[in-house]
């Protein structure tokens, strides 16, 4: 990590993941879509600071030393006396995928922001469920007007509510974001019948330089600011589980965009709102390949940069 790096905000939620195998067999597993991508930011080196909300309880214990581990950092208000630790249930079937059931608790604190923050990252539940989604929209504005931030929607249907209320609270979020990376589950569920390239250029409209679908065994397809398109096989072999998968995806893309200088600054900003497909493969390549190590180990596994080389 260069010392001179900006810090990275990720903001959203921090919980635990039990998760049921077909054979019965059970484990538990600290997860969250957007605590995963910080997670993964720190094993490949960047300077990674978290804005969540666990209990102080012996899961939420267990939260924070996974972080901290990773060489995250809580931001202050991340842990509260208030409220137990949120679960996911999750169920995989017998092809590796999983469902979910959830108990969440999300009263934000305001995100106290580190100095010279560069880039932040958010998505998921944190950016639909109340209160704290009022919170998590403020850092992304104060963040956008500093630096540059992504977003993952990465929809939970089952408590997100109508999709008639989900996709402009998903549009306008797309609108506050320099990159926006979704799965092909997603765009069914938000937009039904629609493909990811009408997609993808009805988010460049609103806002967004880079926008990316993932999907899963099919690979991934995006859209550069230049408006080409581009699309890669994935890199799955030996799969354990899908656990964390896109999220593994989403640090190894931020990643790359941060080392090539195509986020964590006003001016990287103006670099990815001209940038090619050329300029945003390396980045890609990596979001591949951090995904590709993922699936072979259980639960929202992150790799460091040795294991991607």
């Known amino acids: ?6 810090p990275v905000v990720v903001v959203g939620e921090l919980l635990v993941d039990i998760v049921s195998y077909p054979d019965g067999r ?3 597993h600290v997860g969250g879509s957007p605590a995963n991508v910080a997670v993964g930011l720190a094993r490949l080196g960047h ?16 939260c924070a030393e996974h972080v901290e581990a990773s ?27 999983a469902s979910y ?51 993952d929607p990465n929809v ?9 209320d989900v996709r402009p609270r998903v549009e306008h979020l797309v609108g506050l974001s320099d990159v926006v990376k979704c799965s092909e589950d997603d765009l069914e569920w938000l937009y039904p019948g629609d493909s990811p390239s009408a997609v993808m250029a009805r988010w460049a409209d609103l806002g967004a330089s ?15 600011a230049s408006g080409e398109e581009g699309r890669a096989p994935a890199r799955i072999k030996d799969v354990v589980d899908t656990v964390g998968a896109g999220d593994s995806f989403m640090a190894g893309l931020v990643s790359g965009l941060l080392d090539t200088g195509l986020l ?17 493969d390396p980045a890609v390549e990596r979001a591949l390949a951090t995904s590709g190590v993922t699936v072979r180990h259980a639960g929202a596994y992150a790799p460091t940069r040795e294991e991607i080389r």
């Open 101 to 151: 059931v959830f108990d969440l608790h999300w009263d934000l604190p305001p995100v106290q922001l580190p100095d010279g923050t560069g880039h932040l990252h958010t998505g998921s539940i944190a950016t639909t469920l109340t209160p704290g989604d009022a919170e998590v929209e403020d850092a992304m504005r104060r963040a956008g007007a500093q630096g540059t931030v992504s977003y």
């Open 210 to 224: 880079l926008t990316v679908v993932t999907l899963g065994g099919d690979g991934v397809v995006w859209r550069a």
């Open 26 to 28: 059970s484990a538990e």
């Open 47 to 62: 300077d990674t600071h978290v804005a969540c909300l666990v209990g102080e309880d012996a899961r939420g214990a267990r």
């Open 156 to 164: 939970r249907p089952t408590i997100m509510g109508d999709v008639a």
């Open 71 to 97: 060489g995250a950092h809580l931001l202050p208000g991340s842990r509260s006396p208030h409220h137990p630790t949120s679960t996911a249930l999750a169920t995989i079937d017998e092809h590796g995928a």
């Open 1 to 6: 990590m260069s010392a001179s790096a900006p």
């Open 264 to 280: 964590g600054s006003p001016d990287a900003r103006e670099r990815l709102a001209r940038a090619t497909l050329a300029d945003v």
